[in-house]
């Protein structure tokens, strides 16, 4: 009831925000944490990594490939922050001081895992499909889990997880495309071949500033190159 009346109260300001990714993110967070909160901190943490893909794919167009590694290590560490913050918050002066550790040490560890290799995984916008067939695979996932039986519980982490991830990896022969970017001066063409061959003709330009990482990166990571 507190999470439906929090979001109702965002809403009631602005509606839109409910296509926001961070109000989407927040809230399938939440709710992972309300349902699983008996759970072990290692099905948590797993939950939290599953529930947020699909939203990381459609906004983001990649998933962080530690990001179920920083569950384990940063969700523990939830209550702790909650609770600086309130004492930081009503009391003030050296009681902020946790608080502002924590949030620092966040900050710190997220922007070390950033800078490593390999972070991100580039899938592109998955299929309306693909996320529909990958809702209805976790959804019985989790009612495995419900059921108390350990071997399917196995199975699911060692073989359905791949398989959940793995769908957004499904590719399949497409016609021939071409896509102008509006890049300014250069002509930003992308094309994309049958054969799954995609090439970038002329997207630099003088007239529009940071247009690699505003415009075409984006683009190419929405089409998964």
């Not at 948590?44 to 990594?49: A, E, K, N, P």
């Not at 913050?85 to 550790?101: D, L, N, R, S």
């Not at 509006?182 to 995609?198: A, E, N, R, Y």
Request: with cysteine.
């Amino acid at each position: 009831n507190a999470i439906a009346l929090s979001a109702l109260l965002i809403l009631a300001d602005n509606p839109w925000y409910l296509f926001y990714s961070g109000f989407q993110l927040s809230y399938s967070a939440v709710i992972t944490c309300a349902a699983f909160r008996k759970c072990s901190r290692f099905l948590l943490g797993v939950m939290l990594y599953l529930t947020t893909i699909p939203i990381l794919l459609y906004t983001f167009y990649e998933i962080p490939v530690f990001g179920i590694f920083l569950n384990f290590l940063l969700v523990p560490l939830l209550p702790a922050v909650l609770a600086a913050g309130i004492a930081g918050m009503t009391v003030g002066g050296i009681a902020a001081f946790p608080a502002v550790f924590l949030v620092r040490f966040y900050e710190g560890t997220l922007s070390l895992v950033k800078k490593m290799p390999a972070m991100t995984f580039i899938l592109g916008r998955p299929e309306t499909w693909m996320t529909a067939c990958y809702i209805l695979l976790l959804i019985s996932g989790i009612l495995l889990f419900k059921m108390q039986i350990h071997l399917k519980r196995r199975l699911f982490l060692f073989l359905g997880i791949p398989v959940l991830i793995g769908l957004f990896t499904l590719r399949f022969p497409s016609d021939l495309k071409l896509s102008f970017l509006d890049t300014g001066q250069g002509d930003g063409i992308v094309l994309q071949t049958p054969s799954g061959v995609t090439a970038l003709v002329d997207s630099g330009s003088s007239t529009v500033s940071d247009v690699g990482t505003w415009r075409v990166l984006p683009y190419l990571k929405y089409c998964g190159v």
